[in-house]
Structure formats: C-alpha cells, structure tokens
C-alpha cells in the first residue's frame, strides 16, 4: 500500500502550525482553498497539539482516502474564521526518509543523525558572530 500526503509544508510558529509551502499539483494546490500563512488546527476533527511530526502522521495515509483539514486564516477585518478543506490523499507518495516517526527509536536516530551533521554549538556562534573588543577595555583589538 503506498502512502500519500496532500502536498503541504508546515512550521511551528506563536500562532501554531502554519502552512509555509503548497506543492504545486499535489491535492492542496488544485484545491485552491489552501493559502501560504493559513494555520493547521484539525485533521480529520482531530487537533494537531501544535506537533509537526503529529499532523504530519495525519496527514499522511494510504493513497486514494480521503483527509479533512480544518485550517484558521483571518478575515478581511482582521477576525479569525475556520475554513474546512476535504482532500484525496493523492500527492506523490512520501519517500521512505521523509515519512514520519514510527516510534522513539527511529526519533532518536533522526535526533542522533543531524547531531552528528551539525557543528557545536560554539563553533556555530564563533562563525555567526564575530568578536569585537576594544583597546579601552582591554580586549584584543
């Protein structure tokens, strides 16, 4: 059975998940209801708890069902309204790296993967933020 998404990116932000990326030709996009800055609040009547990994495990499922995204987007005055996409899930099917966890072991892998790809943190600042001292203080100029 292969596995479909509906063609979505999203962040978490102060405002909760928010859409960031819509696949063009994936099943959000032809929806045309879906806008970039829309807030993710249910799937399926369910709340996302503000969990990327979690609404991603429900947004994904075998291809050809059906998913019920309940998203958030203020309206022209400025009020926040409820808009009720329903989908097919018929997006490309997910590569096997990009699927979401299956369970605590393959988190910490993943977790264990980018620590090892990523530089110390010290080193990150060091490059990111030069240092600057002045003569008056004693530093090194």
Do not use: W, Y
């Amino acid at each position: 059975m292969a596995l479909a998404g509906v063609g979505i990116g999203l962040r978490l932000t102060d405002r909760g998940l928010m859409v960031t990326e819509i696949l063009p030709g994936q099943p959000v996009d032809r929806s045309g209801k879906v806008q970039v800055g829309d807030i993710l609040s249910k799937v399926d009547g369910i709340i996302c708890d503000n969990v990327p990994s979690n609404a991603k495990r429900m947004l994904i499922g075998p291809k050809g069902t059906s998913v019920s995204l309940t998203l958030v987007r203020e309206n022209i005055l400025g009020s926040p309204e409820s808009i009720i996409v329903d989908l097919e899930r018929s997006g490309q099917p997910i590569p096997t790296d990009r699927a979401p966890f299956q369970d605590r072991k393959s988190i910490k892998e993943e977790f264990a993967r980018v620590r090892a790809t990523s530089p110390p943190p010290r080193e990150r600042v060091k490059d990111e933020v030069p240092l600057h001292r002045s003569p008056q203080l004693g530093g090194a100029g």
